[in-house]
């Protein structure tokens, strides 16, 4: 059984920063991209960033590029998210999720993901 477990989440200052992890567990991931989403109250959930479990590949959203970093650890089969300059608009619930290759390495549709984890509530203040 495949299971994503986030951390890390928590209260921040806009311009303060956090990491988020995701330790994932059930299967081989070599086949599987791995992501972050978030969901902001009333909003759809939207796509963050991915990243291929190789490390070879990497797509952010623009909303984050330049502020957010994602890696992983493969021998801890754990991927981070580094999120600095965190912005009033980041305050969302984060999601880690995972998703078989397709015909191309990732999707940004939620629906298109096999995998999630319970969730992490990022709060940015001001």
């Known amino acids: 059984q495949v299971q994503l477990v986030e951390s890390g989440g928590g209260l921040v200052q806009a311009g303060g920063s956090l990491r988020l992890s995701c330790a994932a567990s059930?299967?081989?991931?070599?086949?599987?991209?791995m992501g972050w989403f978030r969901q902001a109250p009333g909003k759809e959930r939207e796509f963050v960033v991915a990243?291929?479990?190789?490390?070879?590949?990497?797509s952010y959203a623009d909303s984050v590029k330049g502020r957010f970093t994602i890696s992983r650890d493969n021998a801890k089969n754990t991927v981070y998210l580094q999120m600095n300059s965190l912005k009033l608009e980041d305050t969302a619930v984060y999601y880690c999720?995972?998703?078989?290759?397709?015909?191309?390495?990732?999707?940004?549709?939620?629906?298109?993901?096999?995998?999630w984890g319970q969730g992490t509530q990022v709060t940015v203040s001001s």
């Open positions: 990243i291929k479990w190789s490390g070879a590949s990497t």
């Open positions: 059930g299967r081989p991931f070599s086949s599987y991209a």
């Open positions: 999720a995972a998703a078989r290759y397709g015909s191309s390495w990732y999707s940004p549709t939620p629906a298109a993901w096999d995998y």
